[in-house]
């Protein structure tokens, strides 16, 4: 028996190593969100509040909600609204559920990717387990903790995992099963479409490109026909974008990305786009190198390093590789030239629209690992530790840096919370605030407080109008009743303290950072504002 258990044990070990990898890395990632709670922004609060929105009105969308520069059909609400249902009244534990339920089915829908990619199962668990680990400042905003890129890596994972699953039943002439996936991969490009244009130029168009240079170099293997399949979910996914801003925009309210335009000023460089490449692995700038930031930031452009040296190595050694290798190879090339030469060439770039690559980045240097010949046994064993432990330091050094420079969660929980307690001690539920200020109030205070946000920043606002971004429409058409607030803080709303919103106004609290002015009602308010008006005539 012992010995059984012996064998199986050794038999696995690489295996349960990966598993263990992944495991840990998910661990961490709940040890970020008990320890951490205090990283909020507005955007983050924003998606619970619409996860409450659209568990009370029981769609997938909502009407009476102003979304910001997409209208993404499947996204982290999904997740988020099942964070709800179990802990209604404590949206802490609500968003703790969400998002390790997201990054779970990332973790898994990249760990089968990787085994139809051929990379086995034990390159596929360490892989997956990459993915776990918040070693990038915007891997870490964006994706671990704030969600918001999880949806498009998993939605980008499993489109391409459902073509590749189609050219294997197509070379190996399974009709049926072809026939079957195909109707499926269609219908996903129409559903990824519905979430915006984001996963159209980022993955279904190097997906044809792909096709295309793979047809070029090497007319075999049904490479006519996939690459009418890949045109075919191209066009798909595209009839799902314009049935989003033609007929969907009609519906709901969200902006777009139609004001973009061609770069007329060439200020953003390619030096940018290499800085922002090395700052997904891990490096962060302007540390002492000396520091345990600074010598992760080393660990992490090592790490940089290794991606840009397996794709290279992987070009030289392409015949070497079977057709689905081949295919992820010039997968990842194509998609790196898309994106490059869109984020160069037009005036909107944010160095986070790279993330839907990382997963590919990763697979690249796994297929590295698999197939290269070593003079030495013990080579990809290192490699894979020295990466492991490299994943470990660098996210550690995230975090830290996070907490030492935030990216938008600039203000301090104790504070918050103190501005919150006093507001539902005294009965105040309703009240105004800029942008970054109000939906965090919202979710500090498990959605007992209601905010109306009036603008990005409420220096020079002398009015009640309300920005039309990330809040409920009818916001836009009724103001709170009964006795109400203005909370602000010195930095953000610098000032405002000299606005005619504050002359009726009575300050109850102030921390040093954080202001709350009350009113017995939105006409006491208004009022001020009149007889500030008076005044300067």
């Known amino acids: 028996m012992f010995k059984c258990k012996k064998d199986f044990f050794k038999h696995n070990i690489k295996y349960i190593l990966g598993i263990v990898f992944a495991i840990t890395g998910i661990l961490y990632d709940i040890y970020l969100n008990i320890e951490y709670k205090w990283f909020l922004d507005s955007d983050m609060a924003a998606e619970m509040m619409l996860a409450k929105k659209l568990n009370m009105e029981g769609g997938i969308l909502s009407k009476s909600w102003y979304y910001s520069t997409e209208l993404r059909v499947f996204c982290q609400q999904w997740f988020l609204r099942l964070g709800l249902l179990f802990y209604p009244d404590n949206w802490h534990r609500a968003r703790m559920i969400g998002g390790i339920l997201m990054i779970l089915v990332t973790v898994l829908s990249f760990y089968f990717f990787l085994k139809i990619i051929g990379c086995g199962r034990e390159y596929a668990a360490f892989g997956a387990g990459v993915l776990a680990w918040p070693f990038g400042r915007e ?91 890949s045109t075919s979910m191209l066009l798909v996914s595209t009839m799902g974008w314009i049935y989003n801003i033609v007929i969907l925009s009609q519906k709901y ?41 600074g010598i992760a930031s080393c660990l992490g452009i090592l790490f940089a390093v290794l991606v840009f040296f397996s794709s290279i190595r992987l070009l030289f050694i392409y015949k070497k590789l079977d057709s689905i290798q081949k295919f992820i190879v010039v997968y990842y090339h194509s998609s790196l030239l898309v994106h490059l030469m869109m984020f160069y060439f037009v005036d909107y770039y944010c160095a986070q629209y790279f993330l839907t690559l990382l997963p590919f980045a990763i697979s690249i240097v796994i297929i590295e690992l698999k197939n290269e010949n070593w003079n030495y046994k013990l ?87 309300v920005l039309e971004w990330l809040q409920s429409t009818d916001h836009a058409e009724r103001l709170p009743e009964g006795k109400t607030f203005i909370f602000y803080n010195k930095d953000d709303d610098l000032g405002f303290e000299l606005s005619p919103l504050l002359n009726n106004g009575e300050m109850v609290f102030e921390n040093g950072y954080y202001y709350i002015f009350v009113y017995d009602s939105v006409e006491d308010m208004l009022e001020g504002i009149e007889e500030g008006s008076e005044e300067d005539l």
């Open 139 to 229: 891997y870490f905003f964006y994706a671990i903790w704030g969600l918001y890129y999880l949806s498009h890596i998993i939605l980008a994972v499993i489109i391409v995992s459902l073509m590749l699953m189609c050219f294997k039943d197509f070379d190996q002439n399974r009709t049926n099963r072809f026939n079957a996936k195909v109707i499926i991969a269609l219908l996903f490009s129409f559903l990824c479409g519905l979430n915006g244009i984001r996963l159209i130029y980022a993955t279904f168009f190097p997906l044809v490109l792909t096709c295309l240079i793979i047809t070029f170099l090497d007319n075999k293997n049904n490479a006519i026909k996939k690459t009418l399949l």
């Open 253 to 293: 309210s969200f902006n777009s990305f139609g004001d973009i335009t061609l770069k007329n000023d060439f200020s953003f460089t390619i030096e940018d786009l290499l800085r922002d490449y090395f700052r997904y692995f891990g490096y962060q700038g302007g540390v002492k190198i000396f520091s345990f930031i």
């Open 379 to 465: 080579t990809n064993k290192a490699i894979v530790v020295l990466i492991s432990v490299t994943i470990c330091i660098c996210s550690n050094a995230t975090v830290l840096g996070e907490q030492i420079s935030p990216k938008y969660a600039l203000h301090s929980y104790y504070s918050q919370k103190q501005a919150v307690d006093w507001l539902l001690e005294n009965g105040y539920y309703q009240g105004f605030g800029s942008f970054w200020q109000t939906n965090v109030l919202t979710e500090l205070s498990n959605g007992q407080i209601e905010m109306w946000n009036i603008g990005w920043r409420l220096c020079g606002k002398t009015d009640l109008e």
